[in-house]
């Protein structure tokens, strides 16, 4: 389940590696990234530390990669996560993804995911790629939209907000090795 190294820009995919979590601490333990996400926020690094070995690097025990760090190169820094975190069925997997703040809206998840989609089509082999988001997260809704994902239907149920203790209106898209350009 070892995946390729991959370079964009000036960062690099790598697996994810206990080493990881003083940085995934920095991200992890600001609510406006974990506000949507199912874990956080983190109150101290020995928490993204156990994170990385229950969550990230348990998951070829499931048939799954680890799952990717988003490295910057210019500081040898850690600065995201993008994966394929649950095997839906067989060859079809779905996807997640979350990054530190300081580099938001510059494109980086955007080119991040094409490079996973890749990497799930051509290395791993799967042929459906399933993603969702809560309906108010409109970031991530466009970095889904510009990677070519296809709509497939809005769900009541799917997304819990832990913070409000509410369910949420979620969307969910797929995208298929043949849809893929
Ligand atoms: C979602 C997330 C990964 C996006 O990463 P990113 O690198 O900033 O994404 P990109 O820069 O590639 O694209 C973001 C797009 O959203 C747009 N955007 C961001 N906030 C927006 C807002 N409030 N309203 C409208 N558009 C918004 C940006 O303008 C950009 O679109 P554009 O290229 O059409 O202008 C990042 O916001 C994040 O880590 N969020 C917290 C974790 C999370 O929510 N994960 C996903 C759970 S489903």
């Known amino acids: 389940m070892k995946q390729p190294v991959i370079y964009?820009?000036?960062?690099?995919?790598?697996?994810i590696e206990t080493k990881d979590a003083k940085d995934m601490f920095e991200y992890g333990s600001d609510m406006d990234v974990v506000k949507f996400l199912s874990w956080g926020p983190y109150?101290?690094?020995?928490?993204?530390?156990?994170?990385?070995?229950?969550?990230?690097?348990?998951?070829?025990?499931?048939?799954?990669?680890v799952g990717y760090a988003i490295i910057d190169l210019d500081l040898d820094k850690m600065i995201g996560t993008v994966d394929f975190h649950t095997i839906v069925s067989e060859g079809v997997v779905e996807a997640g993804y979350c990054l530190n703040k300081n580099y938001w809206n510059k494109g980086v998840m955007t080119k991040a995911l094409r490079k996973l989609i890749?990497?799930?089509?051509?290395?791993?082999?799967y042929h459906k790629i399933i993603i969702g988001h809560a309906n108010t997260n409109i970031a991530s809704q466009r970095v889904i939209e510009k990677n070519g994902f296809i709509f497939e239907k809005e769900d009541p149920d799917k997304y819990y907000n832990r913070f409000t203790g509410y369910k949420e209106m979620s969307k969910w898209y797929y995208l298929t090795k043949e849809n893929f350009k």
């Open 43 to 65: 109150m101290d690094v020995t928490e993204a530390y156990g994170s990385i070995k229950q969550f990230f690097l348990s998951r070829p025990q499931r048939g799954l990669p």
């Open 118 to 125: 890749e990497v799930g089509f051509y290395y791993h082999g």
């Open 8 to 15: 964009f820009d000036h960062y690099m995919l790598r697996d």
